[in-house]
C-alpha cells in the first residue's frame, strides 16, 4: 500500500508486518520505538503491530482503504504518564504533513481511545486543539463522551485549573478549543455547566469571543432563558467589547417576543445601538411584529423610525398596521410622522 510522505518518497509497508525504510515513516517509528522502550522497557514484539492501528491510517492516500480499526493494547498498556508522552509524540509527527488534515483519522482514533481511558483530561483537549487546527472537526460522537469526561472531571476540579493542565504537557489553551467545550457541552443539554466555562474561561488565558456567547446564547435562546441571554449579551458586549453576530442579535429578540417579553426585546436593540451593534433588517422586523402583536404600538413605531434612520424600509403591511395602531390609541401626531418619515424615503 501507497504511504506518502513529506518529503515527496513514497514508501511500501505492509500493514502487520514490515517497518519500512529508514526515511520518512519509517525512520520515524523506529525513533518513536527507542524513546518509548526507554520509558518503559517492557514494551514487547513488533512496534509498528502495536502502533500501527493510530498511527499508520494518517498516511494513507484518499485511494487506498484503511485497515479496520481493531482493538490497541500499546497505549492502553502504558500508565498515564508514560501514554501521555507517546500520544504527544505521535502528535507531533503529524506536523509535517501536508495537507494538514491528512492525518484525520488518526485523530479521530487517538480522541476516541484517550477519551476511553480512565483520565482523558487534558490529553483530550490536547488533541482535540490539534484536530481544530489541521481544518478538521472531531465527529458528532464526541460530543458526548468530551462532556461525560469534563463532568467526571469537574467534580474534583475547578474550569481553571483544567484548562491548564493542558499546560502541564506542553499545550496551551485557547480560544477555539473552548469553543469546542461549549459546543460539546450545549449538545448534551449541560448549558448551565457551558455558562460556567464561558465565565471562567478567561481566567485561563482564554478570552471568549463572539462565536463563544454565540453558541451559548444560541442554545439559552431555544430554551427562553431570556433572562441569562439578556445577562449574556451585555456581559460580552461590555465587559469584552465584542459584537455580536446577527444571528445571535435575531434569536434574542424572537425568544424575547416568543416569551411576550417585547419590551425586553425593544430595550436589548436599543442597548446595543447605543453600544455601535449594527442591527439587521430581520431583527427589527421581528421586534416590530412581536410590538404588533402585544398592541405596543407606540414602541413599534418607534423602532420603525429607527429603522427608517437605518434606511431600512420594513414591508409596507406592516408600516400600515403600526400607522392604523397608533391612530387608534390617539397618537395621531406619531402616525402622522411615521408616515411622513417613509414618505420622505420615496417609499
Request: aromatic share 6%; charged share 20%; net charge neutral.
Amino acid at each position: 500500500m501507497g504511504l506518502v510522505v513529506d518529503d515527496g518518497s513514497e514508501e511500501v509497508v505492509e500493514v502487520y508486518g514490515l517497518m519500512g525504510n529508514e526515511t520518512g515513516f519509517g525512520a520515524l517509528v523506529k525513533q518513536m520505538e527507542a524513546e518509548v522502550v526507554d520509558m518503559n522497557p517492557n514494551v514487547n514484539g513488533p512496534f509498528l503491530l502495536l502502533i500501527l492501528p493510530v498511527t499508520s491510517i494518517s498516511h494513507y492516500t484518499p485511494t487506498t482503504n484503511p485497515p479496520q480499526q481493531k482493538s490497541n493494547p500499546f497505549l492502553s498498556s502504558f500508565p498515564d504518564d508514560i501514554r501521555t508522552k507517546v500520544v504527544d509524540k505521535i502528535l507531533q509527527s503529524f506536523l509535517h504533513l501536508r495537507p494538514r488534515s491528512r492525518p484525520r483519522t488518526a485523530y479521530e482514533y487517538l480522541l476516541s481511545h484517550t477519551l476511553a481511558n480512565t483520565n482523558p483530561l487534558p490529553l483530550a483537549l490536547a488533541i482535540i486543539q490539534r484536530v481544530l487546527r489541521s481544518g478538521c472537526t472531531p465527529v458528532p460522537q464526541i460530543h458526548l463522551s468530551l462532556s461525560s469526561a469534563w463532568l467526571d472531571h469537574r467534580q474534583t476540579h475547578s474550569i481553571v485549573d483544567i484548562l491548564n493542565e493542558m499546560r502541564s504537557i506542553g499545550y496551551h489553551p485557547d480560544c477555539n478549543t473552548c469553543n469546542y467545550l461549549l459546543s460539546s457541552l450545549c449538545a448534551v443539554d449541560q448549558s448551565a455547566e457551558a455558562i460556567r466555562v464561558l465565565k471562567d474561561m478567561d481566567g485561563a488565558g482564554c478570552n471568549p469571543d463572539s462565536e463563544s456567547y454565540g453558541t451559548v446564547i444560541g442554545v439559552m435562546c431555544k430554551a427562553r432563558k431570556t433572562g441569562d441571554v439578556a445577562e449574556l449579551m451585555s456581559e460580552m458586549v461590555t465587559k469584552f467589547g465584542l459584537m455580536p453576530r446577527q444571528g445571535t442579535v435575531i434569536k434574542t429578540v424572537a425568544a424575547m417576543r416568543a416569551n411576550r417579553e417585547i419590551v425586553r426585546a425593544v430595550d436589548m436593540v436599543e442597548f446595543l445601538e447605543k453600544k455601535g451593534c449594527s442591527i439587521g433588517f430581520e431583527a427589527y422586523v421581528t421586534v416590530v411584529n412581536g410590538c404588533l402583536e402585544r398592541r405596543e404600538f407606540i414602541l413599534a413605531g418607534k423602532v420603525l423610525m429607527e429603522m427608517a434612520e437605518r434606511g431600512f424600509i420594513p414591508y409596507i403591511r406592516v408600516r400600515q398596521r403600526v400607522v392604523e395602531g397608533l391612530a387608534s390609541v390617539g397618537e395621531g401626531a406619531l402616525a402622522s410622522a411615521v408616515r411622513q418619515r417613509f414618505a420622505d424615503l420615496n417609499s
